[in-house]
């Protein structure tokens, strides 16, 4: 939880930095590819696409890494498009939470299946809060 917890607090400053003073775009970018990296480098990349668009599995060995990155800074970007309209965020958030604790729940750990459901839980008083 600490990796988390931690990219979401340089996320958080960032973003109440750049509403407040304007960010350069290229630092908001380093800075998110610098959370991939740290993601990277405690294990966690993307390594396989699974059967995407193949019948087997596409597994992408040291692209996993340019893969985890552009896939980090565009998720972090896309959830940030969406910012400034009311309830959108909160809709999207909570079905990608939804979506992962499933997936989570199936896969068997529930811990962090438990997490994406108590952020829904979090998300719906804000979700009536700004609506």
């Not at 060995?61 to 309830?87: E, K, Q």
């Amino acid at each position: 939880p600490w990796l988390y917890l931690t990219a979401v607090t340089v996320l958080l400053v960032i973003g109440l930095l750049d509403d407040r003073f304007d960010v350069s775009p290229f630092l908001r970018i380093g800075l998110q590819a610098g959370l991939a990296g740290l993601m990277i480098y405690h294990g966690l990349s993307l390594e396989s696409l699974g059967q995407v668009i193949a019948p087997f599995s596409i597994k992408l060995g040291i692209l996993g890494t340019v893969f985890t990155i552009l896939i980090t800074i565009g998720v972090i970007n896309a959830f940030n498009m969406v910012d400034g309209i009311d309830g959108l965020l909160a809709g999207l958030s909570s079905a990608s939470f939804a979506g992962i604790g499933v997936l989570m729940w199936l896969d068997e750990q529930y811990s962090l299946a438990y997490w994406c459901f108590a952020l829904i839980v979090v998300l719906i008083p804000y979700a009536m809060l700004i609506s």
